[in-house]
């Protein structure tokens, strides 16, 4: 039974003619009636009782009509879907974020992007900025927000700045320079510092050093962490300082002061990164809406 049997045949059962269904397909009334006659000894039935002037559904012929449609309908559904998933219509787009950096942003971008496509399924996946570039390499992430150095020397990742942030020292409310609204770099030179494990950001850690240098200071390192989070636990405790960027200011932790830090080379940039020949469509459709939201928020 073939698929082009079936259309003749659901045709030639609307209008009970086969010269009308030879018409809507723009072939021969002889194809039609040698494919019905086709069908009919394939399922070994008679489908159709033909007069000289009339043409009538057989009780068989009834039952294949149903089944048709329904078989017609979903070939249909499937046509659609196919093409739609290819445009990224549909789908699974997969995000990666380390968290805290991307929080008050992605919300916004989600939002619009399922406003847009709500049939494509957003996963969000939290990891170290390592793991993450690690899985944006083997597809298993489409896109990740990440600090430029772990990205800038891949091939075949592409990069695109999406925010900058100023520096801010944490500090326990117990600290001697908890009571500073700012601070010069020159004050903390002989602090102690809490920072994530370069296990976690390991080229971006080594450019956080470099700057530490040309602040004129060499880190005195008591603890290394996992996470964002955890680095400030490690100062709520005491154990020591930590220069985060201002999206990590937290004003309600009433046991942790941030401190404006001045005269600093540090500089904290997030952007984006995806593979430059993405195998799915969703990518390009996030990119674009990111490119939308960029674009309202400079006209503002």
């Given at each position: 039974m073939e698929f082009r049997q079936l259309s003749y045949f659901i045709s030639a059962a609307k209008y009970l003619s086969f010269t009308k269904a030879a018409e809507e397909h723009y072939v021969a009334q002889t194809a039609i009636s040698q494919q019905i006659s086709s069908l009919e000894k394939h399922l070994n039935v008679k489908l159709f009782i033909?007069?000289?002037?009339?043409?009538?559904?057989?009780?068989?012929?009834?039952?294949?009509?149903?089944?048709?449609?329904?078989?017609?309908?979903?070939?249909?559904?499937?046509?659609?879907?196919?093409?739609?998933a290819a445009l990224g219509f549909e789908g699974t787009l997969n995000i990666g974020t380390a968290?805290?950096?991307?929080?008050?942003?992605?919300?916004?971008?989600?939002k619009r992007f399922h406003e847009l496509y709500p049939k494509i399924s957003i996963n969000i996946i939290r990891g170290g900025y390592?793991?993450?570039?690690?899985?944006?390499?083997?597809?298993?992430?489409?896109?990740?927000?990440?600090?430029?150095?772990?990205?800038?020397?891949?091939?075949g990742i592409e990069y695109r700045k999406m925010f900058s942030y100023k520096i801010y020292m944490a500090v326990s409310k117990e600290h001697k320079l908890a009571q500073y609204k700012k601070i010069d770099v020159k004050k903390i030179v002989n602090e102690k510092f809490v920072i994530v494990s370069e296990d976690e950001a390991p080229k971006t850690i080594e450019q956080y050093k470099k700057n530490c240098e040309k602040d004129k200071f060499q880190l005195n390192i008591v603890a290394k962490c996992k996470s964002l989070e955890s680095m400030?636990?490690?100062?709520?405790?005491?154990?020591?300082?930590?220069?985060?960027?201002?999206?990590?200011?937290?004003?309600?932790?009433?046991?942790?002061?941030?401190?404006?830090?001045?005269?600093?080379?540090q500089v904290v940039e997030i952007g984006l990164a995806w593979q430059r020949e993405s195998n799915n469509p969703t990518t390009k459709l996030f990119l674009n809406v990111v490119d939308e939201l960029h674009i309202k928020k400079q006209k503002k």
């Open positions: 033909r007069s000289n002037r009339t043409v009538q559904l057989t009780e068989a012929g009834r039952v294949l009509l149903r089944e048709a449609n329904l078989i017609t309908s979903k070939v249909a559904e499937a046509e659609a879907k196919t093409k739609e968290g805290p950096s991307e929080r008050r942003v992605l919300p916004v971008m989600l390592k793991k993450l570039v690690e899985d944006l390499k083997s597809n298993y992430l489409d896109v990740i927000f990440v600090f430029p150095y772990e990205v800038e020397d891949i091939k400030l636990v490690m100062v709520e405790a005491g154990i020591g300082i930590a220069l985060v960027p201002s999206c990590l200011v937290d004003r309600s932790n009433e046991n942790i002061s941030y401190v404006k830090l001045e005269n600093s080379k």
